[in-house]
């Protein structure tokens, strides 16, 4: 069992910055593969981005690329995403999620391959 615990979302300007966190309790997150997901209203819960187990692998939704960083800190249990060049397309509720996995290097990038989810962090960026 696992319990996640978005924070740092916030009001910004087009082209700020947002460093989100995710703190887990219960079991280690390091036995976990890690994503981050968002969801604006009336839209689908929409992948963004994941790294695998070990933090040597992570993958991009293409909106995201280049602008936003996943890492993880497995000491403190914790994953981050910076977020530099916000757009008000950003906009959204960003949600952690986690998935307990043996595979160092495994991805996952859809959201029903996750086991567990925080309650999210909005994020809303001003033009």
């Known amino acids: 069992q696992v319990q996640l615990v978005e924070s740092g979302g916030g009001l910004v300007q087009a082209g700020g910055s947002l460093r989100l966190s995710c703190a887990t309790s219960g079991r280690t997150v390091s036995t976990y593969a890690m994503g981050w997901f968002r969801q604006a209203p009336g839209k689908e819960r929409e992948f963004v981005v994941c790294?695998?187990?070990?933090?040597?692998?992570?993958y991009y939704a293409d909106s995201a690329k280049g602008r936003f960083t996943m890492s993880r800190d497995n000491a403190k249990n914790t994953v981050y995403l910076q977020m530099n060049s916000l757009k008000p397309e950003d906009t959204a509720v960003y949600y952690c999620a986690a998935k307990r996995t043996t595979a160092l290097g495994r991805l996952l990038t859809t959201r029903y391959e996750y086991d567990y989810w925080g309650q999210g962090t909005q994020v809303t960026v001003s033009s």
């Open positions: 790294i695998s187990r070990s933090g040597d692998s992570t």
